[in-house]
């Protein structure tokens, strides 16, 4: 296996099992009960108001959103939009419907620090990959690249405070997991890119 072949592997993977681990993020967040964070919340909250399987819910707005990233962010497109866009739904839906619920706050709170650290770690093995974000991902980056004006911290704050806004008005959960997802995730995947996902990048 040539080198390029063995780098280009190793990203694939990198993709798949990072978008595992933020599927069973999302599931963990989803059964501590303390918010989810802003974009599947507000899925979540839309599916349980339209009676809809969430995960098939997660792609009818993902496409939505990929109109908008084949138009403005084409060059955001790869293996990496796909599997997210369509897969991540049924993959958080799996862990959350297989893993009880528990009902005491402190194993609720450990549970949603576990998801912190767990998503952390996917985010950063998924977009340490480069082979494409996911749709909502790329809306951010999108409005960042057309108005040079705002810096991309901000556009992301005003993407996922509008989703927080249709998750309230659906009836979803905003709490602490909610508000640690819009602001506290950014130190977690600095210390997994350093630590792991750059590592295995540079070692093929």
Not at 19 to 48: E, Q, R, T, Y
Not at 57 to 79: D, K
Not at 141 to 160: L, S
Request: glycine share 10%.
């Amino acid at each position: 296996m040539s080198a390029l072949t063995k780098e280009r592997t190793t990203r694939i993977l990198m993709v798949i099992i990072g978008n595992v681990f933020i599927g069973l993020g999302v599931g963990l967040f989803k059964l501590s009960a303390l918010g989810n964070d802003p974009f599947d919340g507000m899925n979540m909250a839309m599916a349980d108001f339209f009676h809809i399987y969430y995960p098939v819910l997660q792609i009818i707005v993902n496409v939505f959103f990929f109109i908008f990233q084949i138009w403005l962010g084409r060059h955001l497109i790869g293996f990496g939009t796909i599997v997210n866009a369509f897969f991540l739904g049924y993959i958080a839906a799996f862990f959350y419907s297989l893993i009880p619920a528990p009902s005491a706050f402190i194993a609720r709170l450990l549970i949603m620090l576990v998801g912190v650290l767990v998503i952390a770690l996917g985010l950063s093995l998924y977009q340490s990959a480069d082979m494409g974000v996911a749709p909502y991902d790329a809306l951010s980056m999108i409005m960042a690249e057309r108005q040079k004006k705002v810096p991309y911290f901000w556009c992301r704050v005003i993407t996922d405070a509008f989703c927080a806004i249709v998750c309230y008005v659906f009836g979803g959960i905003i709490g602490i997991g909610t508000v640690f997802s819009a602001f506290g995730f950014g130190p977690f995947i600095q210390f997994f890119n350093t630590h792991v996902s750059q590592k295995l990048v540079k070692n093929h």
